[in-house]
């Protein structure tokens, strides 16, 4: 192997998330706008050269690769995408191949991608209640998304279930949740708002719901016990002495977890970000496409001697500190 990605922070990059498409059949409000200007196709990377830059960066020592989107699983052909992926799983080259859905097509595909190799899948659910899910999505069916939930786990899937922390919105359903969670053998991982994209009619100081209150309350009925896990991502876990299952918490804004930060982002127009909370972004795209460009690995290089030490997220002055323009559709989350 060539020698692996190390950040001026002497941090190993071994984690990568590509966004495949920008495109979502919901619209949720934390996300995206209601309306919005999608790329031309002429300006994504093909399939072809998705493969071509995720390929480069596993023989640079990423092990894992997480597909996002948008909703990945609504661009066309993209399981030619997975099935490449999957010669790397069987040479040992990558550890995991997984995506985070918002669940709509997964009745449509849960059986090839566990047979392509996908062990685990995240699926985006903030709320259990059908006309909430409706209001929070814009554009979302729940009983579509629970029948992806059914096919996922029929074909043998781990599920995780990833619930923003909306307040206001599902404080109330915090044990609903964690109860139906537990009933199905599901983990769940609770994120705070991020300050991404101008959505037009949100107000982000509105939306945030801190975890650390969320936390307290889960302690008000569970025994919880940290866990020294890791998954390769940013959330941290704690078990439910009553249920024995696993809780996460992404804490971005309340606890910054930029210290162990082994990941970028690559978008699916060849922009790689080296940090979600950041402006700075390499282009890849010429590599892939100018024969005069900057071979692959050495812009990539180049890339990830720019990573910074962390974002700047911060809601604690009552401002949105630090808020990224780009909707987090695009980078992929």
Not at 68 to 87: C, D, K, S
Not at 136 to 147: D, E, H
Not at 181 to 186: L, N, T, V, W
Request: charge should be neutral.
């Amino acid at each position: 192997m060539n020698t692996p990605l190390i950040d001026p922070f002497q941090r190993a990059v071994t984690y990568l998330r590509v966004s495949v498409t920008d495109r979502c059949d919901f619209r949720c409000t934390y996300c995206m706008s209601e309306n919005m200007t999608f790329l031309p196709k002429r300006e994504l990377l093909t399939l072809e050269e998705l493969d071509t830059v995720s390929t480069a960066f596993i023989s640079l020592g990423v092990r894992k690769l997480r597909i996002t989107g948008g909703e990945p699983l609504v661009r066309r052909n993209i399981l030619t995408y997975f099935q490449g992926m999957a010669r790397h799983l069987e040479s040992g080259a990558l550890d995991e191949l997984t995506l985070t859905t918002n669940g709509s097509q997964l009745h449509r595909f849960a059986g090839e991608l566990a047979s392509i190799g996908v062990r685990r899948v995240n699926i985006s659910l903030d709320t259990l209640d059908e006309t909430k899910f409706a209001k929070i999505t814009r554009w979302g069916r729940l009983p579509q998304v629970l029948r992806g939930i059914d096919a996922a786990q029929e074909a043998g899937l781990r599920v995780k279930i990833n619930a923003v922390a909306l307040k206001g919105f599902n404080e109330d359903e915090l044990f609903p949740l964690v109860e139906w969670c537990a009933s199905r053998d599901m983990d769940l991982t609770f994120i705070e708002v991020m300050p991404m994209g101008d959505l037009g009619n949100e107000d982000r100081l509105d939306q945030y719901w801190p975890l650390s209150d969320l936390r307290a309350r889960l302690r008000e009925r569970y025994s919880l016990t940290d866990l020294a896990e890791r998954t390769g991502g940013p959330a941290r876990y704690v078990q439910l002495g009553e249920t024995g299952q696993k809780i996460g918490f992404i804490t971005p804004l309340t606890h910054n977890f930029c210290e162990s930060c082994n990941r970028v982002r690559l978008t699916c127009t060849g922009d790689l970000y080296m940090c979600l909370g950041q402006e700075d972004r390499a282009d890849l795209r010429p590599s892939l496409r100018e024969p005069t460009a900057p071979p692959l690995e050495d812009a990539i290089r180049a890339a990830i001697r720019l990573k910074p030490k962390g974002h700047d997220f911060d809601y604690s002055r009552q401002e949105v500190a630090g808020q990224m323009p780009r909707h987090m559709s695009h980078t992929g989350g």
